[in-house]
Structures are given as structure tokens and as C-alpha cells.
């Protein structure tokens, strides 16, 4: 059984809480703070019960060394605005800064400790590097409490290994999380309608494979299209491509089922991405142009094939919604979502920032998880160490 935060007793003791607060930036400052907002509930709960919580987090992939670049000073301060009170972040992640940080901790006070990853040791894949560093976040603490959901699929050192050295909880962001999501494996309402869109395509092309056995139709759009248009025969420009995908979306288009792989038949393109966009057919992207968003045509069509849903989990932007040219094909997604009567999952960081920067309220859909990589695994059936361990007594 997972306990939750309800089953400690943490009044006094030292909390190391795991976040995920990996948040889009933008000149210093925090552009989206889904992910920020969403650790808020867990955090307060142990303030306000007495614990001495100390925060830890990683900031984008700074490869294993310091990177002003990627301080999580900007998320501090975003969370002290949040909070109302200044949080503090220590220099460093388990050296003498936390260190003297943690000790001049009182009850129902917090500090945030450094960006995880600029620690080799907290992603490596040798077992013993990752337990020496997950000893070194134990050493701070007297409890564990995971709720960075968003990070549960990798298997490092504060998610996994120092759930193995310290008494450890669910927070409340995990335990609601795996609640929304657990209605994606098993007994789903059916049509069940999945749409794909999104730049970090290599993640999905992963769980294609399953998620053809689960779903009655999959919408596919934004960069993670490119691969299936070019192995169906059509020329993509200049358009995003990772070529080594090709083969395998050959592939997905042969063991789907007639129709079940809906893809763009319109697309948005431009020379660049800061030009105007023109609408051509799928098929006709001009040798120097890149596809940036569905086209209305194909925006038309996915809404339709949404609004009968009983089920929907959609993960990844349709296009490049941050510009307002190349973002009618994902707001015409969230809408055809928002107008149907489905329950829908919507996964990603990168996708709750699109439909909060669209303007559309979060209790407009049933679920939207902070997870991309890691919600797209759990509704694979696939084990997350950083859920499993906590499974562990
Ligand atoms: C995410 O943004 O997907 C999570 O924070 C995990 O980050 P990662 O993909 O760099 O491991
Ligand atoms: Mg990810």
C-alpha cells in the first residue's frame, strides 16, 4: 500500500519533499507555474502540521554540473509569491549550504535546496553513485515525501534510491495523479480518443505501439505527424523530422486498423517560425517551408472525431501555440474537449501551459496531469520506479 502525508506524523521532523517544479522559463522569470501551483497543497499540509520541509527539484537537463542557467532561483521566487513569504534557496544541493540551511530550519519553515542536477550522481545509472548522493538528501532529512509526479518514471536519486533510506509518503499531487490516471487502464469508457502532438516525439513513439491496442482512434498531430507523413509518401519542407522515426511510423500505420491513425490533412506553414502562416495541403508543404500547426481543415476533423468521446487522454500541442499564427489547431483541440461530455486526461507540462496560456480554466477537463513522459508510462501499464518504491515498507 502507498501511504500519503495523512499516514505521517511529521510535526517537527525534517521533510524532504520531492517536487517537480521543471517550469518553462522566459528571461529569468517562471512562464508557466502549473507545475509550481500544483506542489502547493502537499507543502502547505506540511508547514502548516509542523514538519520542517526542505524542498528538492530539478531545473531542465544542466548535465551533472552547477549552471547559473538553470538555478531554481526563479522558482523560489516564484513560490515565495505563491506562499506570500520569501523562500529560501540554499547554494547548493547537500553541501554545506543545505546543510547549514536545513540546521537553522524551525517547525512549519521551508528552504528549497538546489537544482538536483547539477549532481552527476542524481541521474546516473550506476546503482552505487546514486546511493552515495541519495545517503547525502537522507542525511538532511528524517522522512520522504514524493510528489513530484512529473519525474516518478526516472529512476534517480531523489526519486527512487532515498525512498530506500528513509520512511517515505505519497503527497497529494502523486496520490491524485495515479487516481485520474488509473482510469486510463482499465475499464474505459469507449470511443476512447487519444491525440498526440508535441516536439519531444521519441518519448511517444514509444508508447504508440500500446496505445494502438487501447485506443478506438488516434488524432496525431503537431511535430510527432512529420514521421507518419513522410512514411505515407509526402514531402514535409524544412519541417521538424526525426528521420530515424520514419521506419517505425511505417510500421504503426500498417498494424493500425483502417482509419484508426487520423493524420493532418491541412498544415499551417511558414519559412520560419516567426512568419505569418499559409495553409496547403498536407501533401504540398513547399520544399522551404515548415509545418507549425494543424491546418482548420484537419482542427475541424479532430474536434469531430473528440466530441462523441466517452474517453480522451491528449498529450502534446497540435503546434506552436506560444505564437498566436500557429496556435488555432491546439485551441481547436482544448475547445472540441471543453464542448464534449468525455472524461479527459490532459498530460504534459508542456500541454497544461498551452491550455492555461489559451485561456482555458483547468476544471474545464477531468485531469490535468503534470506529467507528460510519466503519465504517458502509467497509462502503459508500465511500472515507475518512483511509484513502485513507495509500494515498499
Ligand atoms: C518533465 O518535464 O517531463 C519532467 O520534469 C521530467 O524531466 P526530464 O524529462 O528532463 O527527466
Ligand atoms: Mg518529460
Not at 258 to 284: F, M
Not at 285 to 293: C, E, F, T
Request: proline share 5%.
Amino acid at each position: 500500500m502507498m501511504k500519503t502525508i495523512d499516514d505521517l506524523a511529521v510535526d517537527g521532523l525534517r521533510v524532504l519533499l520531492r517536487a517537480d517544479l521543471n517550469v518553462p522559463l522566459d528571461g529569468g522569470r517562471v512562464a508557466d507555474d502549473g507545475r509550481i501551483r500544483a506542489s502547493l497543497p502537499t507543502l502547505t499540509a506540511l508547514t502548516d502540521r509542523g514538519a520542517r520541509v526542505i524542498v528538492c527539484a530539478h531545473l531542465g537537463r544542466p548535465g551533472g554540473k552547477p549552471d547559473p542557467a538553470y538555478s531554481l532561483a526563479p522558482v523560489a521566487a516564484r513560490l515565495g509569491e505563491l506562499l506570500g513569504h520569501p523562500v529560501e534557496l540554499a547554494a547548493d544541493t547537500t553541501g554545506p549550504a543545505a546543510c547549514a540551511a536545513v540546521a537553522a530550519l524551525r517547525p512549519g519553515g521551508g528552504v528549497m535546496l538546489e537544482n538536483l542536477r547539477f549532481n552527476a550522481a542524481e541521474t546516473s545509472k550506476d546503482d552505487a553513485q546514486r546511493g552515495l548522493f541519495a545517503g547525502q538528501l537522507a542525511d538532511l532529512a528524517d522522512l520522504y515525501v514524493s510528489d513530484g509526479f512529473g519525474a516518478v518514471h526516472r529512476k534517480h536519486a531523489s526519486v527512487y534510491d532515498v525512498a530506500l533510506r528513509l520512511p517515505h509518503a505519497a503527497g497529494y499531487l502523486v496520490k491524485a495523479e495515479v487516481g485520474a490516471l488509473g482510469r486510463l487502464t482499465a475499464n474505459i469508457r469507449r470511443p476512447y480518443v487519444v491525440a498526440l502532438g508535441g516536439a519531444k516525439v521519441a518519448d511517444k513513439f514509444d508508447a504508440f505501439g500500446s496505445l494502438i491496442t487501447a485506443a478506438d482512434r488516434i488524432l496525431v498531430g503537431g511535430a510527432m505527424a512529420f514521421p507518419f507523413l513522410v512514411a505515407r509518401g509526402d514531402k514535409i519542407g524544412t519541417s521538424l523530422l526525426e528521420a530515424s522515426q520514419v521506419a517505425a511510423a511505417a510500421d504503426l500505420l500498417k498494424r493500425a486498423t483502417p482509419g484508426q491513425i487520423e493524420l493532418p490533412s491541412d498544415i499551417v506553414v511558414a519559412a520560419e517560425p516567426g512568419g505569418s502562416g499559409a495553409v496547403v495541403a498536407a501533401d504540398a508543404i513547399p520544399a522551404d517551408q515548415m509545418g507549425l500547426d494543424i491546418g482548420p481543415q484537419t482542427a475541424a476533423r479532430f474536434a469531430a472525431a473528440l466530441f462523441p468521446a466517452q474517453t480522451v487522454f491528449w498529450n502534446g500541442p497540435m503546434g506552436m501555440f506560444e505564437r498566436k499564427p500557429y496556435s488555432g489547431g491546439t485551441r481547436a483541440v482544448a475547445q472540441a474537449l471543453a464542448d464534449g461530455e468525455a472524461f479527459t486526461v490532459v498530460g504534459g507540462g508542456d500541454t497544461g501551459a498551452a491550455i492555461r496560456a489559451l485561456g482555458f480554466a483547468e476544471d474545464t477537463f477531468g485531469h490535468v496531469s503534470t506529467g507528460g513522459g510519466a503519465s504517458l508510462e502509467f497509462i502503459q501499464g508500465k511500472t515507475l520506479p518512483g511509484l513502485a518504491v513507495l509500494e515498499q515498507s
